[in-house]
Nanobody, 124 residues
Framework: VQLVESGGGLVQAGGSLRLSCAAS????????MGWFRQAPGKEREFVSA????????DYADSVQGRFTISRDNAKNTVYLQMNSLKPEDTAVYYC??????????????????WGKGTLVTVSS
């Protein structure tokens, strides 16, 4: 499975962006998908995850109520809608796929596949 993120960019505080992660491979629908981020000088952190069916979704406390994860298995794509963005959301956002679940709050060690990331910059 190859993952390619898109949709990052520069946005003012309070604005919105939608990230996409396009996956290759016919087994996309069987993978749990997650979004992680890493800000300069900080550790990678969990943002959100969705199970294969979309029936289980988790968010980090810091994005709960502002971000929405979704997936379209027919298009092999997972999305992250980010609203009410804050300067502290500035980071490189990575998409990950895991054959099994992605526990809420995980640092992402052991994920099966990673994308190369897309930069989100939120100006104050």
């Amino acid at each position: 499975v190859q993952l390619v993120e898109s949709g990052g960019g520069l946005v003012q505080a309070g604005g919105s962006l939608r990230l996409s992660c396009a996956a290759s491979g016919r087994t996309f629908g069987s993978f749990a998908m997650g979004w992680f981020r890493q800000a300069p000088g900080k550790e990678r952190e969990f943002v959100s995850a969705i199970n294969w069916s979309g029936g289980r979704i988790d968010y980090a406390d810091s994005v709960q109520g502002r971000f929405t994860i979704s997936r379209d298995n027919a298009k092999n794509t997972v999305y992250l809608q980010m609203n009410s963005l804050k300067p502290e959301d500035t980071a490189v956002y990575y998409c990950a796929a895991n054959q099994y679940s992605i526990p809420a709050g995980t640092a992402g060690n052991g994920m099966d596949y990673w994308g190369k990331g897309t930069l989100v910059t939120v100006s104050s």
